[in-house]
Antibody, heavy 119, light 107 residues
Framework: EVQLAESGGGLVQPGGSLRLSCAASGFTFSIYGMSWVRQAPGDGLEWVSAISNSGGITNYADSVKGRFTISRDNSKNTLYLQMNSLRAEDTAVYYC????????????WGKGTTVTVSS | DIQMTQSPSTLSASVGDRVTITCRASQSISNWLAWYQQKPGEAPKLLISKASSLESGVPSRFSGSGSGTEFTLTISSLQPDDFATYYCQQHNTYSRTFGQGTKVEIK
């Protein structure tokens, strides 16, 4: 069974940093591009960042560009999101999402990890 | 960036109703559109990709259509399990923009 398990969320002060991890299992991780999608409380879905299967290509939403860094370790089947200079508006549930080869949509979602930015 | 606009934002319907949700793109995206269903407290679930391709295991009462800038998600006969929020997402470009969501409520 394909599974994605996020971790690393928590409470952080504005301006602080946090690193999210996503452990993947049940599929050949190194074949698939991966994304992070977030959802602020009571709000809709916002794509945050994506990375190619090899890690060589990364993309970011304008709202996080220059502050967040996506990366992956295919030997550990793990996806990461390094979040720096956090703002209150970054407060959200962050989902790790598996991509589909050759397409920009996403077919498997983790349960999410909650990030709260507050003093 | 491509903007995605869904309508309505909220829809009240009864079990057995035929329900249609519309998604419009700010520029042509061919048929590169996906639909997701999200229930409260759960992660989204992929229903349809490439505008009309039903994912394995998704009930046949769900269908998608459209191309270019206008798309629809139709539920032919609403079931109790279908009360949820539905999101469209363009998969024409890497920016993967979502619509703002349509909440389907019990009438």
């Amino acid at each position: 069974e394909v599974q994605l398990a996020e971790s690393g969320g928590g409470l952080v002060q504005p301006g602080g940093s946090l690193r999210l991890s996503c452990a993947a299992s049940g599929f050949t991780f190194s074949i698939y591009g991966m994304s992070w999608v977030r959802q602020a409380p009571g709000d809709g879905l916002e794509w945050v960042s994506a990375i190619s299967n090899s890690g060589g290509i990364t993309n970011y939403a304008d709202s996080v560009k220059g502050r967040f860094t996506i990366s992956r370790d295919n030997s550990k089947n793990t996806l990461y999101l390094q979040m720096n200079s956090l703002r209150a508006e970054d407060t959200a549930v962050y989902y790790c999402v598996k991509g589909v080869v050759g397409y920009y949509y996403m077919d498997v979602w983790g349960k999410g990890t909650t990030v709260t930015v507050s003093s | 960036d491509i903007q995605m606009t869904q309508s309505p934002s909220t829809l009240s319907a009864s079990v057995g109703d035929r329900v249609t949700i519309t998604c419009r793109a700010s520029q042509s995206i061919s048929n590169w559109l996906a639909w997701y269903q999200q229930k409260p407290g759960e992660a989204p679930k992929l229903l349809i990709s490439k505008a009309s391709s039903l994912e394995s295991g998704v009930p046949s009462r769900f269908s998608g259509s459209g191309s270019g800038t206008e798309f629809t998600l139709t539920i032919s006969s609403l079931q109790p399990d279908d009360f949820a929020t539905y999101y469209c997402q363009q998969h024409n470009t890497y920016s993967r923009t979502f619509g703002q969501g349509t909440k389907v409520e019990i009438k």
